[in-house]
């Protein structure tokens, strides 16, 4: 039988799978893969969700291995945005780069702290780039597709609670 916290540890995973789903449904065109950041971060991070999958089968012998590419990917986060931004630089997207770069060493603080201190770092940087950036940007950004910040904001709030409820197993194997 499968314990409770492992149930929900798949039931968020399950729900990680459907966001990204989604989200790579909703790329308009994938004409301009290599070109557009968006893209990019979508394809990287749907392969980022089958690697948990492989670690949640597998256990504790990849859960090092998954915290670091949480943090990896807590730290790409306000990259892909800056990178966006100077991809789609023109007349519409004002001057909010020194805010698309501002989120780097915020969220890369919280990655650090993440792997060195303790994974609920991970969880709030991952939840807080959704509901602060992404929301932000969906609507409100001459650079950032729609499509995107929507996905990503599901993505990041889906991913966070997979991490939550992972915490007592990722804590355990630090500890091995």
């Not at 650090?112 to 303790?118: E, I, N």
């Not at 940007?137 to 966070?160: A, K, Q």
């Not at 990722?170 to 500890?175: D, K, P, S, V």
Request: overall charge positive.
């Amino acid at each position: 039988m499968i314990s409770r916290p492992k149930l929900t540890e798949i039931g968020a995973l399950i729900g990680v799978s459907a966001a990204i789903s989604w989200m790579t449904q909703s790329i308009p065109s994938r004409r301009d893969v290599i070109a557009d950041p968006c893209i990019v971060a979508t394809l990287a991070t749907a392969a980022f969700v089958a690697f948990l999958w492989v670690s949640e089968v597998w256990g504790h012998r990849t859960i090092k291995a998954e915290l670091l590419l949480l943090a990896a990917f807590l730290c790409s986060m306000p990259i892909v945005y800056v990178m966006r931004y100077l991809v789609a630089a023109n007349a519409t997207t004002n001057s909010w780069l020194w805010l698309e770069l501002a989120g780097i060493p915020i969220f890369a603080t919280l990655a650090v702290l993440g792997v060195k201190k303790s994974p609920w770092f991970l969880v709030i940087g991952i939840v807080a780039h959704g509901l602060s950036w992404d929301s932000w940007h969906y609507r409100n950004s001459g650079y950032v597709p729609n499509w995107y910040s929507l996905g990503c904001l599901l993505v990041d709030i889906t991913i966070g609670a997979y991490v939550a409820a992972r915490i007592l197993n990722i804590e355990h194997a630090l500890t091995l």
